[in-house]
């Protein structure tokens, strides 16, 4: 967070990011946290985007619990300040904004079209998984309303700061980068063989 900060000098940019920590009540610590060698390691990331580099204000803060023996993530909480400008229907808006947290949830720790040498593999919902209802983490969302600016886009612009902030969470978890989506359990536990983080 301070590492964003101290690059950021649009102020709508940097309300957005100390709201969505202090819904997290951020503190300050080094990462990876001190918990990346525990059997299920807990850790929290945040994410930034001005989207399209004039529109929409976004962060998202993720705390995620990783068990190193099987490679699975569980999301546990995502909070996010969300700043598009004048807001005309909250209530659309807030649907908005948590369908699209969720949506990149499902596709960055899951969903993937999978092919063998002549065609897709991926046909049905146990080959081409998506997020369930007991995979939704708690979603805590502010929506900061601005009557005297334009009105500009929801929703795209949350899905842009979900698989950073995720990468992010695993990284203060666990000490290991993940690069590819999905963040599948496979590819976790590959990242955290001793080799890789040793």
Same mark, same amino acid.
């Given at each position: 967070?301070?590492?964003?900060?101290?690059?950021l000098?649009?102020?709508r %940019?940097?309300?957005?990011?100390?709201?969505?920590?202090a819904?997290?009540?951020?503190?300050?610590?080094p990462s @990876?946290? @001190?918990?990346?060698r525990?059997?299920?390691?807990? %850790?929290r990331?945040i994410a930034?985007?001005?989207?399209?580099?004039s529109e929409?204000?976004?962060? =998202?803060?993720?705390e995620v619990a990783?068990?190193?023996a099987?490679?699975? =993530?569980?999301?546990?909480?995502?909070?996010c300040?969300h700043?598009?400008?004048q807001i005309?229907? @909250?209530? %659309?808006? +807030?649907?908005?904004?948590?369908g699209s947290?969720?949506?990149?949830?499902?596709?960055?720790?899951?969903?993937?079209?999978?092919f063998?040498?002549? +065609?897709?593999?991926?046909l049905?919902?146990?080959?081409?998984?998506?997020l369930?209802?007991?995979?939704?983490?708690?979603?805590?969302?502010?929506?900061?309303?601005r009557?005297?600016e334009?009105?500009?886009?929801?929703?795209?612009?949350?899905?842009?700061?979900?698989?950073?902030?995720?990468?992010?969470?695993?990284?203060?978890a666990?000490?290991?980068?993940?690069r590819?989506i999905?963040?599948t359990?496979?590819?976790?536990?590959?990242a955290?063989?001793?080799? +890789?983080?040793?």
């Amino acid at each position: 967070m301070e590492f964003r900060l101290n690059g950021l000098k649009n102020p709508r %940019g940097v309300e957005v990011i100390k709201r969505t920590a202090a819904l997290m009540k951020w503190q300050s610590r080094p990462s @990876p946290g @001190p918990h990346t060698r525990a059997a299920v390691g807990r %850790g929290r990331g945040i994410a930034y985007v001005h989207y399209k580099h004039s529109e929409t204000h976004v962060a =998202i803060g993720m705390e995620v619990a990783v068990e190193r023996a099987s490679g699975k =993530i569980r999301v546990e909480r995502v909070t996010c300040a969300h700043d598009c400008g004048q807001i005309i229907n @909250p209530d %659309g808006v +807030r649907a908005q904004v948590e369908g699209s947290i969720l949506q990149t949830l499902s596709r960055a720790l899951m969903e993937e079209v999978k092919f063998d040498r002549s +065609r897709v593999v991926s046909l049905d919902w146990e080959s081409y998984p998506i997020l369930t209802f007991s995979d939704v983490p708690k979603l805590d969302i502010e929506l900061i309303d601005r009557p005297t600016e334009k009105p500009l886009g929801a929703g795209e612009a949350a899905c842009s700061p979900v698989g950073a902030a995720l990468a992010n969470a695993v990284f203060d978890a666990t000490g290991a980068r993940l690069r590819t989506i999905p963040f599948t359990s496979e590819r976790v536990k590959a990242a955290l063989a001793p080799d +890789r983080t040793g």
